[in-house]
């Protein structure tokens, strides 16, 4: 039996008479890949925000790392990282300095994170940028770095929003290098993509439609379940007949 | 005719200075669908934004229409349209009243162009009592299409329309783009997704202000140095590391459910020899075949 470390059962979100997140059920294994995709305006964004505890459910239960979503909301911040495309570091401060403002946020002490922060940096190979501000960055350094600074206190999951969107196709996949490294150590990858190669990185993919999950299985599952040669069009045989076109 | 003629342009940022635009040249024929395919940094919002007069160059020189991007600027406005990445419209003009502005603009009248819009504006004209700022995404999308055409320009810039945009709108956005290009309009897009290049007649494959190459997509994936291959196993992130370490393996990069890897030599054993070794090392479920390389595949290979 694997360690469940996400559990929804029926997780509902509405606002008035919209209902964004609709009865959703679904279990997320330790260490495990897991794609978190949906046409624009299917509730993706509402159900990641229940399961980082920003968000309280209007209905249904759900656990995040064994706590639940409604009432220890700020011990799940803690036993997760979160990172997205929008939103990842602050520019205008150092590398160094970003590294230590996340990690003192995620609750590292101050000894942990000069050892932690020098390791960092170290693996990335950025000592000569340490100093630099992270503006000064290319973009494919900083979603490296961000990615990096989301897991540094060893969360139980990592929560990335598109982390990939505009990226190099040579530093996407050293990304995706560093999720299978996180993978590796037991920390659970929930990702969302809006690159249907990525979701065949992934272990088990689940597909959102008009705030319901419609599919949820590996990708070689779903592809035979659908009798389609790729994610591609998985994707559009579930979405084409979306009624909500949202962002 | 040309439509778009780029020379030796050049735009830096800053002090010390940035090059984002780095010397470029290109062409873009009277009526072509051309794309500028690259990542986020690669200068093609610059270039638009030179070409359309928003941003001055800091050498070098560029015509639209004929009409030179410094000396012309007012000609070119009248002639162009502009759909910028970021949603530019007025969030507190409704749907209707924003068309109607953008007409107004260029002296002339959504009736009058509405034949070239009617495709697009009858799928939101049932929000047009909205307020822009309330649409959806994939309605802003749309209107910002539609008032980037009312007043019937030449040439038409979209850039990144189908960025942050899911697969199914993406196909709809580029069944759009094909309808417009009938009407003879001249039309330059830009998108980080390589897999839309393909839907291009021609593209330029940006990196960090140069372009990596400019042709048909057809004669770009021609252009791939060797003979590619897909190969899968039952443990893709373990065959990846393998292969790396693989002697033999030249070039090797995840796509999708395969592993797309080159050869430095290819002899008639080539393929069973690895498949072998595979085997040995554990591997099961093996698939190696002979695949045709994708735009990203070439992307990849420039960049190297």
Same mark, same amino acid.
């Not at chain 2, 001055?56 to 015509?63: I, Y």
């Not at chain 2, 693989?246 to 690895?274: M, Q, R, W």
């Given at each position: 039996?694997?360690?469940?470390?996400?559990?929804?059962?029926?997780?509902?979100?509405?606002?008035?008479?919209?209902?964004?997140?609709?009865?959703?059920?679904?279990?997320?294994?330790?260490?495990?890949?897991?794609?978190?995709?949906?046409?624009?305006?299917?509730?993706?964004?509402?159900?990641?925000?229940?399961?980082?505890?920003?968000?309280?459910?209007?209905?249904?239960?759900?656990?995040?790392?064994?706590?639940?979503?409604?009432?220890?909301?700020?011990?799940?911040?803690?036993?997760?990282?979160?990172?997205?495309?929008?939103?990842?570091?602050?520019?205008?401060?150092?590398?160094?300095?970003?590294?230590?403002?996340?990690?003192?946020?995620?609750?590292?002490?101050?000894?942990?994170?000069?050892?932690?922060?020098?390791?960092?940096?170290?693996?990335?190979?950025?000592?000569?940028?340490?100093?630099?501000?992270?503006? !000064? #960055?290319?973009?494919?350094?900083?979603? &490296?770095?961000? $990615?990096? +600074?989301?897991?540094?206190? %060893?969360?139980?999951?990592?929560?990335?929003?598109?982390?990939?969107?505009?990226?190099?196709?040579?530093?996407?996949?050293?990304?995706?290098?560093?999720?299978?490294?996180?993978?590796?150590?037991?920390?659970?990858?929930?990702?969302?993509?809006?690159?249907?190669?990525?979701?065949?990185?992934?272990?088990?993919?689940?597909?959102?439609?008009?705030?319901?999950?419609? !599919? #949820?299985?590996?990708?070689?599952?779903? &592809?035979?379940? $659908?009798? +389609?040669?790729?994610?591609? %069009?998985?994707?559009?045989?579930?979405?084409?007949?979306?009624?909500?076109?949202?962002? | 005719?040309?439509?778009?003629?780029?020379?030796?342009?050049?735009?830096?940022?800053?002090?010390?200075?940035?090059?984002?635009?780095?010397?470029?040249?290109?062409?873009?024929?009277?009526?072509?669908?051309?794309?500028?395919?690259?990542?986020?940094?690669?200068?093609?919002?610059?270039?638009?934004?030179?070409?359309?007069?928003?941003?001055?160059?800091?050498?070098?020189?560029?015509?639209?229409?004929?009409?030179?991007?410094?000396?012309?600027?007012?000609?070119?406005?009248?002639?162009?349209?502009?759909?910028?990445?970021?949603?530019?419209?007025?969030?507190?003009?409704?749907?209707?009243?924003?068309?109607?502005?953008?007409?107004?603009?260029?002296?002339?009248?959504?009736?009058?162009?509405?034949?070239?819009?009617?495709?697009?504006?009858?799928?939101?004209?049932?929000?047009?009592?909205?307020?822009?700022?309330?649409?959806?995404?994939?309605?802003?999308?749309?209107?910002?299409?539609?008032?980037?055409?009312?007043?019937?320009?030449?040439?038409?810039?979209?850039?990144?329309?189908?960025?942050?945009?899911?697969?199914?709108?993406?196909?709809?956005?580029?069944?759009?783009?094909?309808?417009?290009?009938?009407?003879?309009?001249?039309?330059?897009?830009?998108?980080?997704?390589?897999?839309?290049?393909?839907?291009?007649?021609?593209?330029?494959?940006?990196?960090?202000?140069?372009?990596?190459?400019?042709?048909?997509?057809?004669?770009?994936?021609?252009?791939?140095?060797?003979?590619?291959?897909?190969?899968?196993?039952?443990?893709?992130?373990?065959?990846?590391?393998?292969?790396?370490?693989?002697?033999?393996?030249?070039?090797?990069?995840?796509?999708?459910?395969?592993?797309?890897?080159?050869?430095?030599?290819?002899?008639?054993?080539?393929?069973?020899?690895?498949?072998?070794?595979?085997?040995?090392?554990?591997?099961?479920?093996?698939?190696?075949?002979?695949?045709?390389?994708?735009?990203?595949?070439?992307?990849?290979?420039?960049?190297?």
């Amino acid at each position: 039996m694997q360690d469940i470390v996400i559990k929804t059962d029926k997780l509902t979100k509405k606002f008035g008479d919209f209902i964004a997140t609709n009865q959703i059920s679904m279990e997320v294994y330790k260490g495990e890949i897991f794609g978190f995709l949906g046409a624009n305006g299917a509730g993706k964004t509402t159900a990641m925000k229940m399961l980082c505890g920003l968000s309280i459910p209007s209905s249904g239960s759900a656990t995040v790392a064994g706590f639940d979503v409604y009432t220890q909301r700020e011990a799940i911040k803690k036993s997760i990282g979160y990172m997205s495309q929008k939103f990842s570091l602050y520019e205008d401060l150092t590398v160094i300095e970003n590294i230590e403002f996340f990690g003192g946020i995620y609750g590292l002490n101050r000894k942990a994170l000069k050892e932690k922060s020098a390791k960092l940096i170290e693996q990335l190979g950025l000592q000569p940028e340490a100093a630099k501000l992270v503006g !000064a #960055l290319p973009l494919g350094w900083k979603q &490296k770095l961000a $990615f990096s +600074v989301a897991i540094l206190h %060893e969360p139980k999951i990592v929560f990335l929003d598109e982390p990939t969107g505009g990226v190099d196709p040579v530093t996407r996949r050293q990304f995706w290098d560093l999720i299978y490294d996180a993978a590796d150590r037991g920390i659970t990858v929930f990702v969302t993509t809006h690159y249907m190669d990525e979701a065949e990185y992934c272990n088990r993919i689940s597909m959102m439609v008009d705030g319901f999950i419609k !599919a #949820l299985d590996s990708p070689a599952n779903l &592809k035979k379940q $659908f009798n +389609v040669p790729s994610m591609d %069009e998985v994707f559009f045989e579930l979405a084409r007949g979306a009624q909500r076109k949202a962002d | 005719m040309m439509d778009v003629q780029v020379r030796g342009l050049r735009k830096t940022y800053g002090k010390p200075p940035v090059t984002a635009v780095d010397t470029i040249s290109f062409d873009v024929k009277k009526g072509e669908l051309f794309g500028l395919i690259g990542p986020d940094g690669a200068g093609k919002t610059s270039i638009f934004r030179m070409l359309t007069t928003l941003l001055l160059p800091d050498g070098g020189t560029a015509s639209v229409n004929g009409f030179d991007i410094v000396k012309d600027y007012k000609f070119i406005r009248e002639r162009v349209g502009y759909m910028p990445g970021k949603f530019s419209l007025y969030q507190d003009l409704t749907v209707e009243e924003n068309l109607h502005f953008f007409a107004t603009l260029f002296n002339t009248t959504v009736e009058e162009n509405y034949a070239l819009v009617k495709d697009i504006y009858i799928q939101i004209e049932p929000f047009k009592k909205r307020r822009a700022g309330n649409l959806s995404g994939g309605m802003k999308q749309k209107l910002a299409l539609c008032c980037a055409l009312i007043h019937r320009p030449l040439v038409l810039f979209l850039d990144e329309p189908t960025t942050g945009v899911d697969t199914v709108s993406r196909k709809e956005f580029w069944e759009m783009l094909k309808r417009l290009k009938e009407q003879g309009i001249t039309i330059l897009v830009s998108t980080p997704y390589m897999d839309e290049a393909t839907l291009c007649e021609r593209i330029a494959l940006l990196q960090e202000g140069k372009i990596l190459s400019i042709d048909t997509p057809a004669n770009i994936i021609r252009s791939y140095p060797d003979q590619l291959f897909a190969i899968k196993s039952d443990q893709m992130s373990w065959l990846l590391k393998e292969l790396r370490n693989n002697p033999e393996v030249k070039t090797c990069n995840s796509f999708g459910e395969y592993h797309h890897i080159s050869f430095k030599e290819i002899a008639a054993d080539t393929e069973s020899a690895l498949i072998n070794y595979l085997k040995k090392a554990g591997h099961s479920n093996l698939e190696l075949f002979k695949t045709a390389p994708t735009i990203e595949d070439c992307f990849i290979n420039l960049m190297n």
